[in-house]
């Protein structure tokens, strides 16, 4: 996404009076504000989402959650709680990975593209820098792990049928997830910035 | 003893279960016949509160099981033990582990003792040397016969099971109607089957219930099944052809 950053803001910013290391400056920010919180967290709801709603949904109609049920568990905290707490626990760790793969890659791509050169992205990259871009990335992902934690475990948990249905379940929860990952996209940057 | 009082049930806007009324003993196996879709699992998990019913009561030992809180019907779930139509046996744990869990979730037995408890329910269930595997591993018959060794790793008083032999070949479906049967008389349960198949009915049935689209059409024993003089009842006894000619040759 970096690379891809770099190589793009290069190309629409080759304008003699724009100075070049507002590409890196530019990379910094979006890769900061929006692509490592909300990209991460659509791929994620993809891949976490589906795994957790089929997962749960396969135990409903197997009834092993009424078995859980019928040995006196609240199967609810026991299935979902944990999940929800391991996600939310391990997203900030995927996000400032992604923040550093990202910039990596910008710098990668600063060695091909014309119009950017690998010093103007590190100086680019280095100034202007404003932690609480850092910290609103954070939150953001915060907030994104809870709803599809929450929102996939609410179409597995609920799911009923067979096989078929447990298939729709996961679809559901992976689309209704990114819908409402973007809502509130939205709705934190209006409230945080 | 169980009671089912006026029993209905309805799910958002369908209704399954009719006015249904019924009584189960203590020591016998009691079976609930009908068509697939007619609503037995529904009602065994009335029966066993996993579902709320919409109006009517179930009594246990006269105690309504309806109007208790959670904490009252947590004991009572501890007497129950409950072998579903899949198995239900916890995918992500052994076949060890899952006969484990319901002592681990009520009793304060220690990690041995429950592993000893344990290995005495699967010998009970003639399940030796699988201990360490996992239920994908094993054969239907097995998965069956380790939901059954879950369900009474309690010493339950009641036993509810849930087509216990439905994909199984008519060997180990003897075997495991046997099993129910005889763990039923040992320990003096009461114990519910849900079935369609008609060899457990003529060989475990003390009392038969037969419900047909969600209401009772008939109850009594094995022996007079033949002669209930319900239609419903005897189009589902005698579904093939063969069936009906035997009647006719009997007659
Ligand atoms: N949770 C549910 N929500 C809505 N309908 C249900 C639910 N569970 C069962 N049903 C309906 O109740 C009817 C009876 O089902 P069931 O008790 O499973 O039949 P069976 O006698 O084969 O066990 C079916 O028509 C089924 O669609
Ligand atoms: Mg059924």
Known sequence: MGAVCAIQMAYNLQNPIVPRYLIGLGTRETMLLEF??????????????????????????????????????????????????????????????????????????????????????????????????????????????????????????YAFGGALEVGKSSTHAVVYSSIVVLMFNLILTKLLL | MIEVKNVCKEFSDVKVLYDICAEFLPGKTNLTIGQSGSGKTVLLKCIAGLHSVTSGDILYDGRSF?????????????????????????????????????????????????????????????????NKKYPSEISGGMQKRVAIARAIALNPKYLYCDEPNSGLDPVTSIVIDNLIKDITVEYNITTIVNTHDMNSVME??????????????????????????VKELDDFVFASERMKKIREMSK
């Open chain 2, 66 to 130: 309806c109007a208790m809180n959670e904490k009252q019907r947590k004991e009572i779930r501890k007497e129950m033990g409950m072998v579903f139509q899949g198995g239900a046996l916890f995918d992500s744990n052994t076949v060890e582990e899952n006969v484990m869990f319901p002592l681990e979730m009520f009793t304060r037995m220690t990690f041995e003792e429950r592993r000893e408890r344990a290995n005495e329910c699967l010998k009970r269930v003639n399940i030796i040397n699988a």
């Open chain 2, 204 to 229: 475990i049935g003390d009392k038969i219930i037969f419900i047909y689209k969600g209401r009772k059409k008939w109850e009594g024993t094995s022996a007079e099944i033949f002669s209930s003089g």
């Open chain 1, 36 to 157: 490592s919180s909300t990209i991460v967290a659509l791929i994620l709801a993809g891949k976490v989402g589906s795994n957790i709603a089929s997962e749960l949904g396969t135990m409903r109609v197997t009834e092993q959650i009424d078995a859980l049920e019928m040995m006196g568990v609240n199967s609810a905290c026991y299935l979902i709680l944990p999940k929800i707490a391991a996600f939310v626990f391990f997203i900030p760790v995927l996000t400032v990975f992604s923040m550093a793969i990202g910039l990596l890659g910008g710098y990668v791509a600063s060695f091909s593209t014309a119009g950017l050169t690998p010093h103007d992205y590190v100086v680019g990259i280095t100034s202007f820098f404003r932690p609480f871009y850092v910290t609103y990335a954070l939150i953001k992902s915060l907030v994104f792990a809870f709803i599809i934690a929450s929102v996939s475990s609410y179409h597995g948990y």
